[in-house]
């Protein structure tokens, strides 16, 4: 199992990799949020260790490059911020657990493991997102904003459907014969009636809009690009 670390405090920098390598684990330091980043986004890793508080590039934009490329990667957080504010914006950017400092060897090294764990069990491991909105699949979750949204299990399934293929645009039949099991037939409205419900939860207190209507072809769930 090799691991990156990514940590600018010698002192805990050394302290992780001597620990980590004792418990048989291969390890990649990087000192600086730059190598950091450069190391996360070009090796594969089973897992990353990332310090928060960095000199250049901070932990939060290597978490965010991670997640926007796809890397699926888990990656455990060490912070001396302890705010709730602090630990929403890291599991909202995709951070599987978060440790505050100082904390205890052991601790650290238990949390690794877990996460490792999960990693073992994809299925389990599935955190799907777009701009602010976050949905836990195996918690059967979804957050705007660090906000919980209430869907019933249509809605929930309708929005992971349109997560999982974000970008695309999903005619009416696919959808019907995803999520309702049916053929589609055109004089049925339910697929619009479910959609403007979901929408409402989704997006009309928030921005950017995600779900959009395709005209004369069905709908599509994307993040706009930033003007
Ligand atoms: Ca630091």
Redesign the pocket.
Known sequence: MKLLVV???TKTADYLRQGLMEAGFVIDLARSGLDGHHLAMSETYDLIIL?V??PDVDGWRILQSLRESHKQVPVLFLTARDTVADRVKGLELGADDYLVKPFAFTELLARVRTLLRRGQTPANLELIQAADLVVDLPRRRATRSGQRLNLTNKEFALLELLLRRKGEVLPRSLIASQIWDMNFDSDTNVIDVAIRRLRAKIDDNFEPKLIHTVRGMGYMLDVPDTA
Do not use: K
């Open positions: 940590e600018d405090e310090d508080m960095l």
